[in-house]
């Protein structure tokens, strides 16, 4: 039987339509705590997601691209309408779903396969890529960094996959009063319509199961980067946007989407300082770095 379910996530509002009787939103437990009551009109919402194992999309020839997310490839075909095709694999290379979009993200497609871990982790990923996307134009990125909230702030931390984001932020929790994890892996950062730059949790955690509907003023962007030694300083302009480029979902092949994510992390700099933290993974990384994104204002 068909039926929709409604989220809402760093204030953006969307629907997965379930056409069969072998989904439903059990495969996203994540989201749950994001489910909101159907909007009396459709036209609020960004994007829809209909979700059809029977749905049998037709090849679309080379590939122009692939997403890493976490080391699991997704490739990425576009036909000559703009549509894209987003082959989704997991960490064995094993194919989880198929999503069709169109270039703006706004109405996909898609089936899933195998056991329930892997349909699972299809879907998780179909809905991470289209939330991305179509809020890419609307001063909205999904970034890769662990977010730990402060003083009413959140600290964002960034950095390659191993360079210790989740292990920084486990140490503001165990030595800074008052810290709480808001996300470990995707949180939002938006910049709000009175120019405020905030962060939002979402239903992407990677390996840590953190999915909370919070959110706060970004107070800060920490670049890791391990060190037998712990040191921190201001990045300039040029740094700061590798360091957030480097961080964020993007489509380099898609020059439209890329501007708009260029222009947002321009924002981002101007209205949030970034720092670089050379550290070890100990009590003293995290007190110098909470002391210097609070004190260096």
């Not at 009063?177 to 939002?200: A, E, F, K, Q, W």
Request: proline share 3%; with cysteine.
């Amino acid at each position: 039987m068909i039926h929709s379910v409604y989220y809402k996530v760093a204030g953006y509002k969307y629907k997965v339509i379930f056409a069969d009787d072998n989904n439903d939103e059990s495969l996203i437990t994540s989201s749950s705590v994001f489910e909101i009551e159907a909007p009396e009109n459709d036209d609020e919402i960004i994007f829809q997601l209909y979700l059809d194992d029977a749905f049998r999309p037709e090849s679309r020839g080379e590939e122009i691209g692939q997403f890493d997310c976490g080391g699991c490839n997704h490739g990425v075909y576009r036909s000559e309408d703009g549509t894209y095709q987003i082959q989704i694999s997991n960490e064995c290379d094993q194919q989880c779903c198929v999503l069709e979009v169109d270039g703006d993200f706004t109405k996909g497609k898609t089936a899933l396969n195998g056991d329930k871990r892997m349909r699972s982790f299809g879907l998780n990923n179909a809905l991470m890529l289209m939330f991305a996307f179509s809020t890419s134009s609307r001063n909205t990125l999904l970034m890769h960094s662990s977010v730990v909230r402060n003083s009413g702030k959140g600290f964002m931390c960034l950095g390659e996959s191993g360079t210790g984001k989740s292990t920084h932020t486990s140490l503001w929790l165990k030595y800074i009063d008052g810290s709480d994890l808001m996300n470990d892996d995707n949180p939002v950062v938006r910049v709000t319509d009175d120019g405020v730059v905030r962060v939002y949790g979402s239903p992407w955690s990677g390996k840590t199961p953190c999915y909370r509907d919070v959110e706060a003023p970004v107070g800060a962007f920490i670049q890791l980067k391990q060190a037998p030694y712990n040191k921190i300083r201001r990045e300039n302009t040029i740094e700061a946007f590798s360091s957030l480029l480097s961080s964020c979902s993007v489509m380099k092949w898609d020059s439209k989407k890329y501007k708009s994510i260029c222009a947002t992390i321009a924002k981002l700099i101007e209205g949030v300082p970034n720092y670089l933290l050379e550290c070890l993974p100990d009590e003293d990384a995290a007190k110098l770095s909470y002391s210097t994104c609070c004190d260096d204002k």
